[in-house]
Every structure is written in C-alpha cells, then in structure tokens.
C-alpha cells in the first residue's frame, strides 16, 4: 500500500480544467469562455466531492487578499464569473467541492504551511491553466464562431479543439447549444507546482451534443448580471501573462 499520496493525483487519474460559454444570462467578455473549475476526476465519468468539512471556506476572497494575491483576484473577477452574480459563492463552491479532493493540496503535504495557502495554489493554477486555454480562439481558428443561425458538426469542433494541443478535448452542450469544454490533464506531482500534461480524456463522454447542428451562440450581452470593463479586460488580460 501506498503511504504518501502527496506527489501524484489519487485516487483519481487525471484534472481536468473545464469552462463556461453562458450566453443568456451572459458572463464574461463576449470574445472570451470563463472559468468552471479544476476538478480531479476517477478517469470513469465519475469524482470525488466535498472531501473535508472543516475546509468548506466561506472567505475565498479574504484568503487570496491575505496572501496578497490580488492579481489572481482581479483575474476571476473577470474570468471566472457566476451566470447569477455571485462570483464569491461560486468560488467557495467550487474550493469546497473539488479543491478540498484534490489530495495534493491537503494540508499534510506542505513544508512549513501556512492555513489555507492550499486555496491560494488552487485557484492560482486553475486560473493559470485556463490563461493558456483560449478555447475562444481555439475555436475561431478553426472558422466556429458564435452565431444566431449558423451550426457546427462534432467533429469540426473536436477537431479545432485539438489542434493547439494535439489532444482531444470534451464538449458538453445544453439544448443542443455548446456551453462548455473539458480539458484533460495528466499531473506529474502536485497540483501545486507539478507539471500539468495534457492528455486525451478518459472515460468522458460527448454529453449531450449531437453531432450535427451543434448551436454556438452569441452572448446575450444585455444580460450580463455584473458589467465587465474593456479597460478591466485589457488589465486582466496583461496579469494573465504572469500565471
């Protein structure tokens, strides 16, 4: 039996950095997806979930001040939103259901920890891996860009998708509707500072996209719940640079 879990993910196999495409109500800049989450995953569709109650923080943005990361801050205050305008208790949601099963950031597994530093490495990597995966682009590289009329094929999408990475991507679309993708990762050591692989999903499925007439559809920016700033998105996209 293995003793010390603290250098590889278990009991899981692979990470997965998944985003957002909210179009009604609208989130985030129109020419950019958002952030859902870093999430360990079983490799067979299934996950781990709220893994330590005594870790269930209602103070994600206090936390990220008191380490003084207020790069990361102002970054999920433009990336990573809440479709209903509550950007704090979607963070605290997401760090209570997956960060707290991510067994790499348990406390035990730091030298010298300080309380809570874990939240701090999770949401630093999570916003750092998805700086790098501009699925926006992805996609418009591959001519898929938002439309009211036009529709896209499966494979156009994975294929534009997999492109940048050499891997496969995993899609998932509500009503026939892309809204959001999955991006798989192999983790040599912790997710605090290993090396994050990409990798071909495993034991995901297409989720509910057909594969004709998938629907990309432009944001409905009049419904944005909170309003976004191009100077506050030109900021974010600087600070980007330093994940």
Known sequence: MIQ??????SPGGQLLQTQFWDTDPATGPANHWTVHGLWPDHCDGTYDQYCDENRQYKNITQILESFGRYDILDYMRIYWKDDGGNDESFWEHE???HGTCINTLDPNC???????EEVVDFFAQAVHLFSTLDTYAFLRAGGILPSATQTYTYNDIMAALNR????????ECYDGALDEVYY?????????NGQFVPENPVGEGT?????????????NLSS???PVSTSAITAATRMAKLF
């Open 224 to 226: 944005y719940p909170t």
């Open 184 to 192: 798989s990762f192999d983790v040599r050591g912790s997710v605090a």
């Open 110 to 116: 730091y030298i010298n920890y300080q309380p809570q």
């Open 164 to 171: 940048p990475r050499g891997v496969n991507a995993t899609i």
């Open 4 to 9: 010390n879990t603290c250098c590889f993910n």
């Open 95 to 97: 760090w209570g259901k």
């Open 207 to 219: 989720n509910g996209c057909p594969m004709t007439g998938i629907k990309y559809l432009p944001k």
